[in-house]
Each structure stands twice: as C-alpha cells, then as structure tokens.
C-alpha cells in the first residue's frame, strides 16, 4: 500500500509539472501574473525578514570598524613615541649648532622667496629633458634660478620669455649640478644623461656609498642653495654610480622657483673675503 501511494504521489507531482510547463509555455500573461501576485505577496515578508538581517550586518560592521580603529590607535600610538623621541633629538641637535653656530660666528643661510607656477607643457624626449612654465620674467623668473617641488630638485630655469620659462631637468645632458651625501658628506657632481637616473661623478676615491642614501646640492659654485634634496644612490652598474630623482616626473604639475639671484651666493661670499683680506 505504501509503496502504491508513493508512486501515486510522484506521478501526480510530475503530471502538476507538466501541466504547469505547458500552460506557463501557452499563457505567459497568467503565470507571469501568479508570479508578480505572489512576489506582491510575499514582499512584506521578505521585508520584515530582510530588516534584521541587515541589522546583524550593521552590527558586524561596526565589530570590525571597532576592531580596525583599535589597531590603527595602536599603530599611531608607537608613531607617536617614536616622533616624540625624535623630537627630543631634534630639539637637542638644535641646542648644540647653535652652540656651535656662536663658537664658529656662523653667518645663517639667506631666507628664500619662491615663486609658483603651472607646467603647461612637458618637451623631454629622447635628446632633451625640460619642462614649459606659465611664469616667466614678468613674476620675478630668472634664468639659472633652481625649480623645486615638494619632493625635491627639478632643475633649473635655461630659458626666459616675458611669460613663460623653460626648466632644464636635472636628468637633461646638459645638466650638471654640485651635490653632496649626506651621510658621507663628499661632494660630487650629478651629471644628466637623458636617462631617467641620471649618473653620480667626481667623487673622491675615499667616497663611502651607501644604498638608499640621499643626494642633497652641494651649494659650490652658488648657483643652487646647498641642502637641496636631489635623489637617492642606487648600486654601482660598470663602475657607474646611479641616482634616482626624487621628483616624479609623470605626476609634476607645479613647481616653485627660488626667488634667488643666481650670482647673489658668490657675490656675498666674494664680499666677505674681500673684507677678510682688508
């Protein structure tokens, strides 16, 4: 009996399936129109039971957001001892170059003015390297002038108009600039090569590298201010010392113009030794 109440059961089911295929097939306006009844139907359901649901999932955000902001302090809180012992370094270097600045009659670094402006056109190619600004001599531009941006050197100004300049980028061939390490403090002289690193020359044989360390204007020859950051050593590759710039040159939309006569250095420093020899 059971075993004939089974297989009543399924032919029935199969034949409901059935008779549902062929009418959904021949009336599709009534079973689309069952099916929106029971989709009306069934939506405050589906509401109410969605609500909590949405509900256990605001509270497991929150969870997490609590649990990542509890790292974050975490992490900021080390920061913050860890720039607090700088801090306390810096104020003690501070304490004793001005001792040492009132030993040796320190004569302090002119306080530069800067003037901004908008690269407007990048001209660098496979035999120059230089950049078009939207200021020229009526703001203040002179050529030889250093161009900065937050990141560090970009050049120096080669070519002036009344409203526009030119900056040759320090990876230009015809770009050499008197820098310094500064860990090692020696001095040499970036050379530009229409490469993107440009190559690091005249070093003393004494020279100590280091991996990673920075390369800061040297201040010979007055041209540039000294302690301009430049790039970073990269490893020797035959004999050849590499820098990479710090200034991305893909992502440069403003730079700044040190407001500085480029014969301004020299000329106080002639002054002073003409003094000295009197």
């Known amino acids: 009996m059971r075993v004939w ?3 009543t059961t399924l032919l029935v089911m199969i034949s409901v399936a059935i008779a549902f295929v062929l009418v959904s097939y021949k009336e599709k306006s009534l079973v689309e129109g069952l ?3 029971a989709m009306d139907a069934f939506a405050p359901v589906l509401d109410a039971v969605s609500a909590p649901i949405e509900g ?6 929150s969870v997490h957001e609590l649990a990542v902001l509890r790292d974050e302090s975490a992490r900021l809180r080390v920061e913050n001892e860890r720039l607090l012992k700088w801090k306390a370094v810096a104020r003690r270097l501070e304490t004793e170059n001005r001792a040492f600045r009132s030993m040796l009659n320190f004569v302090p670094q002119q306080a ?7 690269v407007i056109a990048n001209s660098s190619g496979p035999f120059v390297r230089s950049m078009v600004l939207d200021a020229g001599a009526r ?3 002179k050529k030889g002038q250093a161009a900065i941006s937050g990141e560090g050197l970009v050049g120096r100004v080669s070519e002036v108009g009344e409203n526009t300049s030119r900056i040759l980028l320090v990876t230009d061939l015809n770009s050499r600039i008197p820098v310094r ?3 090692g403090r020696d001095n040499g002289l970036l050379a530009g090569d229409n490469t993107d690193q440009p190559s690091l020359i005249y070093l003393p044989p004494t020279a100590r590298l280091v991996a ?10 007055g041209v540039f201010p000294p302690g ?6 990269l490893a020797a590759v035959d004999g050849v010392i590499r820098v990479q710039p710090l200034v991305n040159w893909n992502r440069l939309e403003y730079v700044r113009i040190i407001d500085l006569d480029p014969t301004g250095i020299v000329g106080r420093r002639s002054r002073r030794s003409a003094t000295r020899v009197e």
């Open 5 to 7: 109440l089974q297989r």
């Open 35 to 37: 099916r929106t009844s």
């Open 56 to 61: 256990i999932a605001e509270i497991i955000g």
């Open 112 to 118: 530069f003015r800067y003037i901004s402006a908008r």
């Open 139 to 141: 703001d203040g531009i």
């Open 181 to 183: 390490l500064e860990t």
């Open 212 to 221: 990673d360390d920075r390369v800061v204007t040297s201040g010979d020859g």
């Open 228 to 233: 301009l950051a430049v790039g970073k050593v």
